[in-house]
């Protein structure tokens, strides 16, 4: 990771959930961190624990999960916050937006009321005050007709339009970091590059730190400023977006770039899938959670728990026994 | 304008299946001579009454053929007779000036307790959703589904009215608080398994509502508990609720049949169960009418109900 | 916008499928009629993949669906081989359909949840009639060749993974000996790893079956790779339609331009000519329906639908100001 003070920094960060056939250990030894003004890429398929990572940073995981570690926003620790802070501390500090536009919204909710309720408890404003705010936001998201929009209801717009939506809300108290949870993965193509230009511009424009979950490396490539890659629960290689992209060294992060269909090649490319499953969660994992379906696996990876491993500076890490070399980038 | 013309056109189609069936099965299966006239309505009773049998037959139409007689009783109902009771003559529209009120009086009494229980008590059940609280819930309510009304009202009435004479013996209705203070055993007995009913529904629809995305958004805003039980769970899930809300008006009208009776309250359910055991006819048929009136007009509103909670529900569609 | 006449239509081949001035409009509320598809041709010819591509509401599916008259269109003629699908019996219909497979979006759902996948995929041709020449053997035979270990036959679907699952709905389409299989956005709610698992057996059961494929997809890169000639779609009419490769590396139609520019990694400037929202399908702009968002767009675009014009040996599009300068992918 880059140098400075992060705003949100992750330590060892583990999550169980208690289900009716035992455990399922979700999230195991997670670090991050990310500053003030930058975005921070987290990568993964379903099931690598990625977006349930951010949940628990935004106490929005169910009672049945039991959170280990630590994850401090601005020096404080946030799983341990004393209620007088919690109280205005989501939605004012830390703000999410998630990924599908049509059902973050209450559909029988105008517009105006979702966007001023936020600013209405937090800061005490006046209605009034309130709707100015919410007019002045959603002109920031750029939605056409932003006075217009507060009183209609949710169904009235397009999913895009949506979004913008539930953008402008998460910006109600200026919140110092914004977790998007796939935001733009519910959109088509087009929609998603405006989405995505926004979100850079607000980052920059308000000085936000910004934490984009995605499975798609190419939304993350292009848009981030740092990149951590998880599978199973657990941090595979974190990077500058571009030493990850450039020097991959986990034999799963460079996978997951060779499986995606590339389009400026003609048809008939043979694709390199990952073969089998995702790996199961219920049982604790005595070596890599990659190694099942890893073509570089040995014996050992099956049964030493990879550690993070530094390359150079320490700001690229990879958690691999037997990691690409310098010959294996794309 | 389309909404008006389908629920007219639904409460005429309701009226006539309804009335048609009634007029239908009360001719078939009874014998209103017999009560207009006693005992010398039977052809035993000896020729000298002969005439006054066909008299009485003839002043009350009864040697008419079938569709006859129910063309003749629907003209008149439209114009607003329900004829008189073939017991003492009294007219119809007499006894319902008479009855209906009080009985309108229980329902929306039972009804108004039914929602105000079972409302908060679901919040507070899907709020701790499969928790102790919850689970204890359960219980109570399957209890309270499962305890027949007429066993309900005797057990009530001996504890509340006998044992520790916290409500009154016998119906009274000189004031408006004598009016509530006698009909609240009533409306509880005929509330509780309406109490259930409603709990079940909306925890459950609350339970899945608070699934959703948007709930997860309001969280994440910072906004606290009960603010997002209330101002966003709690609307998008009464659909449920509110449909067996409007079918229920007909297990509540089923219900106050047994209730009045076993309280001695002079209502329309009292009335009809005596008009039914009596083959009146026209009493009969006249509740008949109302029941199915008070039904599809609930039901009416009911829908209103529905595009008022949520903006997508096209009011035309 | 875009595309009527049938000057695209190959008429020195023999194609398996050939739709014309194929019509779908839906009743809404308020006497509103969305367009959905307004006088689209195309043909397939055997053992072809055509490539259907456009942002959600153009469409696609709703063209797909109406191949197998699912529901039967509004008007227009849909051909397969000698038939004329839109006038047969209820009868001949049903007998045809086993030819004409479909493949959906969400494996899960469109499994049976309480039946063993062994029975889900045997089911088919028990309604068919025609499990006399069919021995357990075939459908094990069919199990393995999408890769489920036909061991596990008696569990039920909600014990695979989403990959497995899609695996098991194309062995149930499989298993009919179909001649056509429609695939309606098969990979869109995988995993990227699994994605390319799916596409691979995709490619290697259409050899091995000697398919004609109809693939429906939002995202280019996946069509890219699979499609022999690829429909473009915008808003219930065709584009561009042609030669895949002619098509990705020499798009001439500004809303294919556009659509390959807002892919993340694209490399094209972004020249933000796609902002703005999709008109409403049930009131289309007049002449091409494109010009209320594309960047070329003069007078005659707003009154003249049209017409299909050549752009090369088979490339054709439906635009009056095609553009020279193509577009390059990276």
Known sequence: MSEGTPLLELENLSITFATPGGPVYAVSDVSLSVERGKALGIVGESGSGKSVTMKAVMDLLPSTAAIGGRATFDGIDVLTMPSSRRKHFYGVDVAMVFQNPMTSLNPVKRIDAQMTEGMRYHRDLSKNDAKKRAIELLELVRLPDAAGRLRQYPHELSGGMRQRVVIAMALANDPALLIADEPTTALDVTVQRDILNLLDNLRTDLNMALILISHDLGVVRDRTDDVVVMYGGRVMESAQTEDLFADTRHPYARALQLSIPDISKPRGQRLDPIPGSPPDLSSPLTGCPFAPRCTFAQDDCHSTLPVATPVGDGSHTFSCLHPLGQEATV | ?317 | MVGIGSAHLRTDEDPIIEVNNLVMEFPVANRAVVQAVSDVSFDVVQGETLGIVGESGCGKSTTAKAVVQMPKPTSGSVRYRDKELTTLSKQDLRRTRSDLQMIFQDPVSSLNPRRGIRDIIREGVEVWGTSGTWGEARITELMESVGIDPQYGDRKPFQFSGGQCQRISIARALALDPYVLISDEPVSALDVSVQAQILNLLEDLKQEHQLTMLFISHDLAVVRNISDRVMVMYLGRVAEVGDADSIFGNAAHPYTQALLAAIPGSGIEDDGSLSGELPSPSNPPTGCRFHTRCPHATEVCTTTVPEFGQHGPDHWLACHHPQSTPVTLS
Not at chain 2, 143 to 166: D, E, H, K, S
Not at chain 2, 244 to 249: E, K, R, T
């Open chain 2, 1 to 317: 304008m389309r909404f008006v013309v389908r629920s007219l056109l639904q409460l005429v189609l309701v009226l006539f299946a309804v009335t048609f069936v009634a007029f239908g099965a009360l001719n078939y299966l009874g014998d209103p001579l017999f009560n207009i006239l006693g005992p010398i309505a039977l052809e035993e009773s000896g020729p000298e009454y002969a005439e006054v049998r066909a008299e009485a037959r003839a002043q009350f139409h009864l040697d008419d053929p079938f569709p006859i007689r129910y063309g003749r009783w629907v003209g008149d109902m439209l114009t607003g007779d329900f004829g008189r009771s073939y017991s003492n003559q009294v007219t119809v529209r007499s006894i319902l000036a008479d009855k209906l009120p009080v009985t309108v009086v229980l329902m929306v009494y039972a009804q108004v307790i039914a929602i105000a229980v079972s409302v908060p008590w679901a919040l507070w059940t899907a709020s701790r959703a499969y928790r102790f609280g919850d689970k204890a819930s359960t219980v109570v309510s399957f209890t309270m589904l499962g305890i027949p009304v007429f066993a309900l009202t005797v057990l009530l009435f001996w504890l509340f009215a006998i044992r520790w004479q916290l409500f009154p013996t016998r119906y009274e209705d000189e004031t408006i608080g004598q009016r509530l203070t006698s009909l609240f055993l009533p409306a509880v007995a005929l509330a509780t398994p309406l109490i259930a009913t409603y709990q079940r529904l909306l925890r459950t629809d609350l339970i899945s509502t608070l699934q959703e995305d948007f709930i997860s958004v309001a969280r994440a805003k910072g906004l606290p508990k009960w603010y997002i039980l209330f101002r966003h769970a709690l609307r998008p899930s009464l659909f449920s609720l509110l449909t067996v809300f409007g079918i229920q008006v007909a297990s509540l009208i089923g219900g106050s049949l047994v209730v009045e009776r076993q309280f001695q309250i002079p209502g329309i359910g009292f009335e009809v169960v005596e008009a039914i055991f009596r083959d009146d006819f026209p009493v009969v048929l006249a509740v008949v009418v109302v029941v199915s009136v008070a039904f599809v007009a609930v039901n009416v509103l009911v829908d209103l109900i529905y595009t008022f909670l949520d903006p997508r529900v096209d009011f035309n569609g």
